[in-house]
């Protein structure tokens, strides 16, 4: 008798220190994005999580953080920060990254792009898989490209039809490529955070700004404090989520791979959502009583031309490396 009572100790202090080792394997992870909760940046975020939680059976879970909370609201730091291991994750568009990797900017250039196939052939093919080669030396890993999308301009001036209308706007813009930009069209750039923009807007600091519909004007109800758009599709930008490399190195493969099948399939979900936000978008902004302007070919030719000065001071900082295996997998595309 005294044998069972004291097996039965010794067997229920082994399943104490069973759970307590499960507890203590768990892990939370921190993800950190620039928009609000409401955009499909935070939606693909969140479904990352949904994801990983539900596959790990809770061995991995992640809490996302909007607004770029983690970095004090600066949106530039939150990748420099995963690098350096002070953040877990982060989903980020290239050109918050160009501070960090200048290379980042490719995406990005002035009139690359005139539809999805050609974004499609280069975030999801090897002219993507160049730019998460130069982020890992950061300390990055990327796990999946998601879609900002195509950035359009709006303002609460005038109409936007020719590069002309662009002179002397005070105009929001989002990092250093776009300054370089709307200095070729003639306007006054003032690089500002995505949480004080809003304001500015609403108070008149700035006259107006540049974004993508689906994933950031509508969510972001900027039509409430712009009147006028214009559909220009002048540069596109993609996010990715991505992981700290020692928090990565830190999982076994099998982790690894449930980290990047999950990240893989919340940035699917994201891209479609995004797309399918912006394909009904110009008609919902008129709606709500926007100004919409969607330019000839004619009138962007004339935009693309205003632009080049800043395509080729960006494409040399680039490399002609890289911007050529972009334009390569585009004509590819075509």
Known sequence: ???????????????????????ASAQELRLSHNTGDTTTWHKGAERFAELLAERSGGDVTVRVFPNAQLSGGDQMRQAEMVGRGALDLVVTS?????????????????????????????????????????LLE???????????????????????????DMRGLNMRVAGPMYIDVMNAL?????????????????????????N???AVIIPQQVYEVQKYLTAWHYSYDPIFLGVSKDVWDKFDADKQTMLREAAQEAMDYQRE????????????LREKGMEVYEPTDAELAAFRTATQPAFDQWAAKVGPEIVGAFQDAIAAAN
């Open 94 to 134: 290239a050109i918050n990254v160009t501070p960090l990797v200048p290379e980042m900017a490719v995406f990005s250039l002035p009139y690359l792009y005139s539809n999805y196939e050609q974004v499609d052939a280069t975030t999801q093919g090897a002219p993507g898989q160049i730019l998460s080669d130069i």
């Open 273 to 284: 959502i995004t797309r399918e936000g912006t394909a009904k978008g110009i008609d919902f």
């Open 138 to 164: 950061k300390g990055i890993v990327v796990l999946a490209w998601g879609e900002n999308g195509f950035r359009e301009v709006t303002n609460n001036t005038r109409p936007i039809r020719t590069p002309d």
């Open 186 to 210: 003639g306007a006054n750039p003032q690089q500002m955070q995505w949480g004080e923009t809003m304001s500015a807007l609403q108070q008149g600091v700035v006259d107006g700004q540049e």
């Open 1 to 23: 008798m005294k044998f069972f009572n004291i097996t039965g100790a010794a067997l229920a202090a082994s399943l104490a220190v069973a759970l307590n080792i499960g507890a």
């Open 212 to 214: 993508p519909i689906g």
